[in-house]
């Protein structure tokens, strides 16, 4: 392949990951075509995309972006699956197409520079909570302490206030209510 082919194979690699700082690496060596297909189908309905790289331009590709770290990971037949909401997702769904799909391969990502190498790593991120997962996380654990001092602070008040309706319900029937004391 001459050089000017290679360079415009890379400048398309860049322009596909411009935006992507996070992604799962797999191989669909083995898969049939059809199921391949199914494949694409079905992550493209997620905005999820799959592209097959040729590893040593990939690399070259990625270099000075938080793609690199995915370099060492890049042996033999390798696709990168990038897109979607976040990593997380694209990670939640490979793992779940591996159950119809035996035969695809996972070996990795990366998500904020830290790699998560092959089955296993890839599982582990799947189920790490995504940014709006883990975004409502954090405003159930500020809110938790107001949500908990405002039940202290009603909790007398709606005592005093069945005291009360208590009282007011006696005296509309006409009952006598005696002092305590």
Do not use: C
């Amino acid at each position: 392949m001459s050089k000017t082919v290679k360079s415009m194979i890379i400048r398309d690699y860049k322009e596909r990951i411009k935006d992507t700082t996070d992604a799962t690496l797999i191989s669909i060596r083995g898969v049939k075509s059809n199921d391949a297909n199914k494949i694409r189908g079905t992550l493209r309905k997620k905005n999820i995309r799959v592209t097959v790289v040729q590893n040593a331009l990939a690399r070259k590709a990625f270099e000075g972006t938080g793609l690199a770290n995915l370099g060492p990971l890049m042996k033999g037949s390798s696709a990168l699956a990038y897109g979607g909401n976040s990593v997380v997702e694209v990670a939640r769904e490979i793992v779940k197409l591996l159950e119809e799909f035996p035969t695809l391969e996972l070996k990795g990502a990366v998500l904020d520079g830290q790699v998560f190498e092959g089955a296993k790593g890839l599982k582990e991120l799947s189920k790490y909570p995504t940014r709006e997962e883990g975004l409502s996380q954090i405003v159930t654990l500020v809110l938790s302490p107001a949500r908990n001092l405002m039940a202290q602070i009603k909790g007398p008040g709606s005592g005093v206030a069945g005291l009360i309706r208590a009282i007011e319900t006696r005296l509309e029937k006409g009952e006598e209510i005696k002092k305590v004391g």
